[in-house]
């Protein structure tokens, strides 16, 4: 059975780092793609970021240089380093899985994590 379990969420103040957990069972990362997704009160779900097969990934405008995604293949962990945070990136994170590839729509993952909180603010 494939479970996706978040961890890591927390308030933090703006310019602060936090790095969120997908912890994955029921499957192995080296088939899979794992993308972390984000919604805000009031907001579509937005893609963050992904790591795929063969280390292919991607991360949306707003995070780069500032967030890094990577993979555990040991433990099955797909990590999602998150610096210099802004309140603009307030929301529940989530972690999703498809096979294989990246995309950046979560309707193209079938399974999907229960979400942490992450806050930024003073």
């Known amino acids: 059975q494939v479970q996706l379990v978040e961890s890591g969420g927390g308030l933090v103040q703006p310019g602060g780092s936090l790095r969120l957990s997908c912890a994955a069972s029921?499957?192995?990362?080296?088939?899979?793609?794992i993308g972390w997704f984000r919604q805000a009160p009031g907001k579509e779900r937005e893609g963050v970021s992904c790591?795929?097969?063969?280390?292919?990934?991607y991360y949306v405008d707003s995070v780069k240089g500032r967030f890094t995604i990577s993979g555990d293949y040991a433990t099955n962990t797909v990590y999602l380093q998150m610096n210099a945070l802004e309140p603009e990136d307030t929301a529940v994170y989530y972690c999703?899985?498809?096979?294989?590839?990246?995309?950046?729509?979560?309707?193209?993952?079938?399974?999907w994590g229960q979400g942490t909180q992450v806050t930024v603010s003073s």
């Open positions: 790591i795929g097969n063969s280390g292919s990934y």
């Open positions: 029921g499957f192995t990362l080296g088939n899979s793609a």
């Open positions: 999703a899985r498809r096979p294989y590839w990246c995309s950046r729509y979560g309707t193209d993952f079938g399974s």
